[in-house]
């Protein structure tokens, strides 16, 4: 029987929702129980694939295509389940799915309302996740009381009445201030924010508090007083120094203990099994050492902008036992100042995804640095084609080497498939349902060159990696940036497209079409940022 658990939010934003829900999902997992984590975001755009950075942070995609919110990256990292479409919906996608339904003549002619329609479109969305998992968690995005979340909190209401409180429990995530004038922490806005949750009916039966000290205990009991609730399913989430510490500090407070009792299952003092997430942290907090990576980017105001990056260089640091220091640049710095200044303290050098043509200069100039004074260099999607445009320029020669995505240029080293494929190619990968000029977006495979340092870290020579792009490397130019030692170690099945290239003559040098940093787990680190970082280890030790 799947038991469903709500996790809503109140009084800010940032909380932590998402982090709670995939810490629960460890935790449960760590019992011996199937998990699923979804969310319902309440935005009215169909997904964050056209958002910005700077508002949305990181899109997440999925294996099977989805542009997700960033907290399913949060869901994966956690639990190790690999989300998909199903996994994540949107107030958007919800009414768009109604009104083509309503144009369709699903609905007979009736008046099309919030309630029943969106509400029961909601549940639907919630209902096929029935039998998935022992238990599915349900994250709703934004804040209680934001007018955006209302038709989903009637939405979980109703679920709730026809499932059964067996079936079904609310946990909400709050914040107690501290107040230094006043010297204590303050409940009211907790009480607040649980006040106005049941007044659109939902009643929380466990309260995660977060808080940056301890909650005392009186302060505990007034909470379950005025929130109506038991004490001990009041629950200090505490601030900690890395999140990967979430699921212990959730043990100790006996968070997975008292979900269990409330949905009436045995067993909930046996202890579970937490020891790789011990030792996860046993090595964030002890490592052995500690090197220093730049991320220059072109979102670097917005640390969720590259979320699953930073979290997949951690995954590198906890393998190789160092700590992993994050130094962000705006790329755009380099194209008015020598890029030897930012980046000599740096035991590596990342250039990750990106779009549209600012700040693309200076990525080319910090791979370029890269590249002549031997620094590992990673570059991710964006990031490899700004490598292929720095070695055509100034190895092959090729001064106006260009992509066009930034306009017409008379040596397109960097294209869309439409417009550098011959007419036979393209037939080609259309009758394989591949279409040239359109975002690829979700997993696909990739075949590495024999001998190739790719192949050496993968340990295979077939790999399955998520894509988020429409331009390619233009694969006319490899004979020439080849006999100039910029391999192309990696291609598509069919041997069409560019996936990875690497400096031959270079200590650690890749650049990759895919996005690596989405597969990446703490538990099961992506080969690629452990060899990455373990190059900046070895690079260390020459300074």
Same mark, same amino acid.
């Given at each position: 029987m799947t038991r469903f658990v709500f996790i809503t939010?109140?009084?800010? /934003?940032?909380?932590?929702?998402?982090?709670?829900?995939?810490?629960?999902?460890?935790?449960?997992?760590?019992?011996?129980?199937?998990?699923?984590?979804?969310?319902?975001?309440?935005?009215?755009?169909?997904?964050?694939? #056209?958002?910005?950075?700077?508002?949305?942070?990181?899109?997440?995609?999925t294996d099977d295509g989805a542009e997700t919110d960033l907290d399913l990256g949060h869901y994966e990292r956690f639990t190790?389940?690999?989300a998909s479409q199903t996994d994540n919906t949107t107030t958007g996608r919800i009414y768009l799915n109604v009104l083509q339904r309503e144009r369709r003549g699903d609905y007979l002619g009736a008046t099309i309302q919030v309630i029943p329609h969106i509400t029961e479109e909601i549940k639907d969305f919630i209902r096929e996740k029935d039998g998935s998992a022992d238990f599915v968690?349900?994250?709703?995005?934004? #804040?209680?009381?934001?007018?955006?979340?209302?038709?989903?909190?009637?939405?979980?209401?109703?679920?709730?009445?026809?499932?059964?409180?067996?079936?079904?429990?609310?946990?909400?995530?709050?914040l107690l201030p501290y107040i230094p004038t006043a010297g204590e922490l303050k409940t009211k806005p907790t009480q607040h924010s649980v006040k106005e949750l049941m007044s659109a009916g939902i009643r929380p039966r466990i309260l995660l508090c977060r808080s940056d000290r301890e909650i005392p205990e009186d302060e505990r009991r007034k909470i379950a007083l005025f929130c109506n609730i038991d004490e001990d399913c009041v629950i200090q989430a505490l601030d900690v120094k890395s999140i990967y510490e979430v699921p212990l500090t959730y043990h100790r407070e006996g968070l997975d203990k008292q979900i269990l009792r409330c949905f009436r299952i045995e067993g909930h003092d046996q202890a579970p099994d937490l020891s790789t997430w011990e030792n996860i942290v046993h090595r964030v907090k002890e490592p052995e050492g500690e090197v220093r990576i730049a991320i220059?980017?072109?979102?670097?105001?917005?640390?969720?902008?590259?979320?699953?990056?930073?979290?997949?260089? #951690?995954?590198?640091?906890?393998?190789?036992?160092?700590?992993?220091?994050?130094?962000?640049?705006?790329?755009?710095?380099?194209?008015?100042?020598?890029?030897?200044?930012?980046?000599?303290?740096?035991?590596?050098?990342?250039?990750?995804?990106?779009?549209?043509?600012?700040? #693309?200069?200076?990525?080319?100039?910090?791979?370029?640095?890269?590249?002549?004074?031997?620094?590992?260099?990673?570059?991710?999607?964006?990031g490899m084609q700004m490598a292929v445009i720095e070695a055509a320029r100034n190895l092959v020669g090729l001064d106006d080497a260009n992509s066009t995505e930034f306009g017409e240029c008379s040596e397109p080293v960097i294209g869309l498939m439409t417009e550098w494929m011959k007419g036979n190619e393209l037939e080609a990968r259309a009758a394989n349902g591949d279409l040239g000029g359109t975002m690829r977006l979700g997993a696909?495979?990739?075949?590495?060159?024999?001998? /190739?340092?790719?192949?050496g870290i993968y340990g295979t020579k077939d790999i399955s990696e998520r894509h988020r792009h429409r331009y390619e490397v233009n694969m006319n130019y490899r004979e020439r940036l080849e006999?100039?030692?910029?391999?192309?170690?990696?291609?598509?099945?069919?041997?069409?497209?560019?996936?990875?290239?690497?400096?031959?003559?270079?200590?650690?040098?890749?650049?990759?079409?895919?996005?690596?940093?989405?597969?990446?787990?703490?538990?099961?680190?992506?080969?690629?940022?452990? /060899?990455?970082i373990k190059a900046a280890v070895e690079q260390s030790r020459l300074v």
């Amino acid at each position: 029987m799947t038991r469903f658990v709500f996790i809503t939010g109140g009084v800010v /934003s940032s909380l932590g929702k998402g982090l709670a829900s995939a810490a629960i999902g460890a935790l449960l997992q760590a019992r011996g129980f199937k998990v699923r984590c979804c969310k319902l975001d309440p935005y009215l755009n169909v997904d964050p694939g #056209t958002m910005s950075p700077f508002q949305h942070g990181e899109v997440y995609v999925t294996d099977d295509g989805a542009e997700t919110d960033l907290d399913l990256g949060h869901y994966e990292r956690f639990t190790g389940r690999p989300a998909s479409q199903t996994d994540n919906t949107t107030t958007g996608r919800i009414y768009l799915n109604v009104l083509q339904r309503e144009r369709r003549g699903d609905y007979l002619g009736a008046t099309i309302q919030v309630i029943p329609h969106i509400t029961e479109e909601i549940k639907d969305f919630i209902r096929e996740k029935d039998g998935s998992a022992d238990f599915v968690l349900v994250e709703i995005g934004g #804040t209680v009381g934001d007018i955006e979340s209302l038709p989903f909190l009637e939405a979980i209401r109703q679920f709730h009445n026809e499932v059964g409180r067996d079936r079904a429990l609310f946990i909400h995530v709050t914040l107690l201030p501290y107040i230094p004038t006043a010297g204590e922490l303050k409940t009211k806005p907790t009480q607040h924010s649980v006040k106005e949750l049941m007044s659109a009916g939902i009643r929380p039966r466990i309260l995660l508090c977060r808080s940056d000290r301890e909650i005392p205990e009186d302060e505990r009991r007034k909470i379950a007083l005025f929130c109506n609730i038991d004490e001990d399913c009041v629950i200090q989430a505490l601030d900690v120094k890395s999140i990967y510490e979430v699921p212990l500090t959730y043990h100790r407070e006996g968070l997975d203990k008292q979900i269990l009792r409330c949905f009436r299952i045995e067993g909930h003092d046996q202890a579970p099994d937490l020891s790789t997430w011990e030792n996860i942290v046993h090595r964030v907090k002890e490592p052995e050492g500690e090197v220093r990576i730049a991320i220059c980017g072109k979102y670097t105001n917005l640390m969720d902008s590259y979320k699953s990056l930073n979290e997949a260089l #951690t995954h590198g640091g906890i393998a190789n036992n160092v700590q992993v220091k994050l130094k962000f640049i705006e790329s755009e710095v380099f194209e008015g100042e020598d890029p030897a200044y930012h980046l000599r303290d740096c035991n590596g050098i990342l250039v990750p995804g990106g779009f549209g043509a600012r700040g #693309t200069e200076g990525k080319i100039k910090a791979a370029q640095f890269a590249r002549e004074h031997g620094v590992p260099y990673f570059g991710i999607c964006f990031g490899m084609q700004m490598a292929v445009i720095e070695a055509a320029r100034n190895l092959v020669g090729l001064d106006d080497a260009n992509s066009t995505e930034f306009g017409e240029c008379s040596e397109p080293v960097i294209g869309l498939m439409t417009e550098w494929m011959k007419g036979n190619e393209l037939e080609a990968r259309a009758a394989n349902g591949d279409l040239g000029g359109t975002m690829r977006l979700g997993a696909y495979p990739a075949r590495l060159a024999d001998g /190739s340092r790719v192949a050496g870290i993968y340990g295979t020579k077939d790999i399955s990696e998520r894509h988020r792009h429409r331009y390619e490397v233009n694969m006319n130019y490899r004979e020439r940036l080849e006999a100039k030692g910029l391999r192309f170690s990696g291609l598509s099945p069919d041997g069409r497209l560019p996936e990875i290239v690497e400096h031959q003559d270079h200590p650690w040098f890749i650049g990759v079409q895919f996005h690596p940093e989405l597969k990446s787990k703490p538990f099961d680190p992506h080969p690629l940022f452990v /060899s990455f970082i373990k190059a900046a280890v070895e690079q260390s030790r020459l300074v």
